[in-house]
Nanobody, 119 residues
Framework: QVQLVESGGGLVQAGGSLRLSCAAS????????MGWYRQAPGEERELVAG???????YYDDSVKGRFTISRDTAKSTLYLQMNNLKPEDTAVYYC?????????????WGQGTQVTVSS
C-alpha cells in the first residue's frame, strides 16, 4: 500500500504562485500513475494534472501553461507548481498516486490541501 502526505496549500493573491507537495511512502515501486485533482465547493472532483512513470503528462485546459506537474523520484515526492493563480483555482487539492492496470486505477489519496486565491 501507498501512503501520501500533502503540503503546500495556502492563501495567495491572484497572479501569485504556490507549490504543492505530495510525499509517498510504502509500496512506492508499484506507482506508475500520479495526479493532482481539485474539488471546489459544490463541484465534482476533477483531474488537473497527471504524470505517468514514463514521463507522459496531462493538463486540463484550464491550467495549461500555468501549472507544472513533476516528481522527484529520489524523494518519492510529487509536486504541482502553480503560477499565475486565478480565483477560479480556489479549491481543495488532492494528490493521488497508484497503479493503472488493465484499465483500472488503484490509487491512494492524500488528505487534501486548501488553495485559496483572492482577487
Amino acid at each position: 500500500q501507498v501512503q501520501l502526505v500533502e503540503s503546500g496549500g495556502g492563501l495567495v493573491q491572484a497572479g501569485g504562485s504556490l507549490r504543492l507537495s505530495c510525499a509517498a511512502s510504502g509500496s512506492i515501486s508499484s506507482i506508475n500513475a500520479m495526479g493532482w485533482y481539485r474539488q471546489a465547493p459544490g463541484e465534482e472532483r476533477e483531474l488537473v494534472a497527471g504524470l505517468t512513470r514514463g514521463g507522459t503528462t496531462y493538463y486540463d485546459d484550464s491550467v495549461k501553461g500555468r501549472f507544472t506537474i513533476s516528481r522527484d523520484t529520489a524523494k518519492s515526492t510529487l509536486y504541482l507548481q502553480m503560477n499565475n493563480l486565478k480565483p477560479e483555482d480556489t479549491a481543495v487539492y488532492y494528490c493521488s498516486q497508484g497503479t493503472y492496470e488493465n484499465g483500472t486505477y488503484y490509487g491512494a489519496w492524500g488528505q487534501g490541501t486548501q488553495v485559496t486565491v483572492s482577487s
